[in-house]
């Protein structure tokens, strides 16, 4: 059974500063990875979808890499701003069977 | 630009009460899902349809029944409603199946309460 840990829960960080956000998984056999962003209150909103054959994706100040040997992704935020608190879910695609599995996600908080 | 819509946005039941959740997608994928996140639980998959005409259980889906009415329409009925069932629930479409990337889109949640 796939399981996805995102550690810490939540992290405050002060603005300018560049920050990376873990994500890994148990299962290396995935079709692709997506990472997500969450504002309170609202629903997920897609930043970056990382296919099983690809090593990264970017997107203006984010980038998102794979190393599926070792059941791992990173999301980089580059120089960090206020607008960038939110809570980040990274989720795997799994199998034949299509099951996505999401982990906890990371609470983000970028002060002034 | 709709992507994924649900309706209704909040909703307030007494325990035994039944209700429907609706969800449309105009982008014409093949794949929904309905999703619950509770605090502390993440995000759980209740039910999903990978084509017209078909639905499968996911993690959690007892309580629960889906219709999945036509390429854009995929419901979700809590028959008789218990306090368990208070969350968030997310619908979601993607490509998947359809030699695309796989990308989800969610939709912005429906708020249940059941008192």
């Known amino acids: 059974k796939q399981e996805v840990t995102q550690i810490p829960a939540a992290l405050s960080v002060p603005e300018g500063e560049n920050l990376v956000l873990n994500c890994s998984f148990t299962?290396?056999?995935?079709?692709?990875l997506q990472w997500f962003r969450q504002d309170p209150g609202k629903g997920l909103t897609s930043l970056l979808l990382?296919?099983?054959?690809?090593r990264e994706q970017t997107s203006g100040r984010l980038n998102a890499s794979l190393d599926k040997s070792s059941g791992r992704s990173t999301l980089y935020i580059a120089a960090s701003q206020p607008g960038d608190s939110a809570t980040y879910l990274c989720?795997?695609?799994?199998?034949?069977?299509?099951?996505?599995?999401f982990g906890k996600g990371i609470t983000l908080s970028v002060r002034p | 630009n709709a992507g994924v819509t649900q309706t209704p946005k909040f909703q307030v039941l007494k325990t035994g009460q039944s209700m429907t959740l609706q969800c449309a997608q105009d982008m014409n994928h093949n794949s929904m899902y309905w999703y619950r996140q509770d605090p502390g639980m993440g995000l759980r998959l209740i039910y999903y349809s990978a084509s017209e005409g078909t639905t499968d259980k996911g993690e959690v889906p007892n309580g629960y029944n889906v219709s999945r009415l036509n390429k854009r329409e995929f419901s979700l009925r809590l028959e008789s409603a218990a306090p368990s069932q208070t969350s968030v629930y997310f619908c979601a479409s993607s490509d998947r199946g359809q030699s695309n990337t796989g990308e989800l889109f969610f939709g912005e949640g429906s708020r249940l309460t059941v008192l």
């Open positions: 989720a795997v695609l799994t199998g034949a069977n299509s099951k996505l599995t």
């Open positions: 299962d290396s056999a995935i079709y692709n």
């Open positions: 990382i296919q099983s054959s690809q």
